[in-house]
């Protein structure tokens, strides 16, 4: 079963706007990942925040984590058309080791 | 190094047949994953390999699906008597170590199309 659930689904900005994909989950985390996916291709890794972290950083991305709300938000700032994928955040679940996927946000960032 | 491959990267069968999908892990890496992915949906998890054994298999969704990975390297899906609503692309990923703290990296998945 899926554990994350993104929001919004989709999202159309202007290049050199920021982006803010949110993520709600439904029970206790370890640690929350979060996954870029271009049309056609296998995912790539951006960035994990463990359950004891409020924020982090890399690059134009910032992933801040709120465990008393069971969500997370992914920030990407002065986006570019290349940053036109869909985005995941994975959890797992308090007691197991591997991840669940939710269902994702379709980002669309215009020339 | 190479990423993770798996093939093919197509594969197109008629209903009640039996197929194998392949997955060449990352080399190194002890943990392998499987998942499904539908269109306009995120990666559904199928199993979890952790050496040569699954530790979960929890997201197989019936028992016409199996995995095995015999020598804790490469993995083998193997669906049988396919049904249309197998259709969907089929991922596999490798991490150096079990758990959600490890970055998983993903092939480019195989493209089943059950007719």
């Known amino acids: 079963s899926q554990q994350g659930e993104e929001d919004p689904q989709a999202l159309s900005i202007q290049e050199g706007e920021n982006a803010t994909m949110n993520c709600s989950y439904k029970?206790?985390?370890?640690?929350l990942q979060w996954y870029r996916q271009n049309s056609g291709r296998g995912l790539v890794h951006l960035i994990l925040i463990r359950s004891n972290e409020r924020e982090k950083h890399s690059g134009r991305l910032r992933v801040t984590l709120d465990t008393s709300k069971k969500s997370s938000s992914l920030l990407i700032t002065a986006s570019r058309a290349a940053d036109t994928a869909s985005y995941f955040c994975?959890?797992?679940?308090?007691?197991?080791?591997?991840?669940?996927f939710g269902a994702g946000t379709r980002l669309t960032v215009k020339p | 190094g190479a990423g993770v491959s798996q093939t093919p990267s197509n594969k197109v069968t008629e209903k009640g047949k039996y197929v194998e999908l392949r997955c060449d892990p990352i080399s190194g890496h002890t943990a392998l994953y499987w998942y499904r992915q539908s269109l306009g949906q995120g990666p559904e998890f199928l199993i979890y390999f952790q050496g040569t054994g699954a530790a979960d298999d929890s997201g197989l969704p019936n028992d016409r699906f199996f995995a095995v990975r015999p020598e804790g390297s490469v993995s083998t899906l193997k669906i049988q008597r396919t049904e249309r609503g197998d259709s969907a692309v089929y991922l596999c990923a490798s991490s150096s170590g079990g758990g959600s703290y490890n970055e998983q990296f993903f092939g480019p998945g195989t493209r089943l199309t059950v007719l």
């Open positions: 029970t206790s985390i370890n640690n």
């Open positions: 994975a959890t797992d679940q308090y007691n197991n080791n591997d991840m669940r």
